[in-house]
Structure formats: C-alpha cells, structure tokens
C-alpha cells in the first residue's frame, strides 16, 4: 500500500468518524428509542384483545413490513412535500427508521408477552392490581427479559441500515465516505475503510449485548451469583 494511499486513509477516518459520532450514532439512538415506545404501545394493543385497534396495529405492521425502507425514505423525504409537509432531513429520517423498526419490534414484543403464562394476569387481579398494574409490575419487565436478544439484534442490524439514510441528504457517515470516494476517487480502500468502522461498532454493541443478556439471567436466577 503505497504512503500516499496510507495517509488518505489517516485522513480521511476522522472525516468518516466524525458523522458516525454526531450523526450515525444520535440517529440510531433516537430512532430505536421512539420504535421501542412504538413497538410496546402496538404489541400491548395486540395483548388487549381489542378487534379494532388490533385490525389497526396489524394494518400497520403489514404496510411498514411489506414496503422497502428505501421506499418508505423516498416516500417521506421526498414525496410529502407534494402535500405541502416539508421535513428536513434528519427528522424525515427518524420517522422512517422509528416507524419501520416499530413495526418489527412490535412483533417481537407481541411474541414476548404472549410467553408469560395467563395465570400470572389472574395472580395479580386476585392481589387486587388493575390491568395497568399487572403489565407493568408483572407481565412487561418479564417480556422485556424475553426480548432482550432480538431487540439488541435490531439495535446492531439499524445502525447499519443508517447508511440509507445519505440517499435523502443525511450526513452521516456513508455519505461522508461517498464525498470523499467522489474527490479522491479511491473507492475500495475507502469502502473498506467505512466498514471496518461499521464493524467496530457493531462489535462494542455486541459486547453490550452479551453484558446485558448476563445480567438479565442473573436476575432471572439468583443461584447463579
């Protein structure tokens, strides 16, 4: 590898890590935040049993799984304006990644919810708690232990899917490596480049992950401390 090739990589990888940090990162951060608040909200809806938000949660899920989150980025980003709704970029893009994350997570949290057996829900009507009281106290903090693994899964799988995020203009760090790829015209090193970065931040939350799953089956056993 030749020096000058050595020092555009040097160069460049605070170029590429700085969107990842400002940009990449708060971007996924808040997009998974606001989908798991949609996701419990749509699978609770689920639980309940009501034919008519149920139907409506189970619309949801079916257009958002069943359309390209590219197309869902398009649609949003560039077809709203046509109806007078004008998103900047960053905004348009938590949207889209909250609702479609939403749409899967709410899925894994319905299948968390329905493994708490129905006589835990009776045990705490017969303590004289309220449906509320049960699912917060009792069915929710046992469904999150559940749903711990996949959920993290979408954490690690949506910070990659962030790097559609620069085909409506977000600064992130794709886009970042696309301008210089544009200006030095050294796309394979600097590809390459951009994905070990991906891979390195892929590989911390993995680590998180693996802490946090040791941590939950501490609590769920306390003979293993």
Known sequence: MSQRLLALLADSFWKILLPGLTMTIPLTLISFSISLI?????????????????DLARFYIWVVRGTPILVQLYVVFYGLPRLGIMLEPFPAAVIVFSLNEGAYSAETMRAALESIPKGQLEAGYCVGMNYWQVMRRIVLPQAFRTA?????????????????????????M??????????????????????????????????????GEKKLNVFEDPLRR
């Open 148 to 172: 711990f693994p996949p959920l993290s899964n979408s954490l690690i799988a949506m910070v990659k899917e962030t790097s559609l995020a620069a085909n409506i203009t977000v600064t992130e």
């Open 38 to 54: 949609i996701a419990i909200l749509t699978a609770l809806v689920q639980y309940s049993r009501v034919k008519i938000l149920k």
């Open 174 to 211: 794709f886009m970042a490596t696309q301008r210089i790829v544009a200006r030095t015209y050294e796309p394979l090193a600097l590809y390459i480049e951009v994905a070990l970065i991906y891979l390195v931040i892929s590989t911390v939350l993995t680590k998180f992950q693996r802490m």
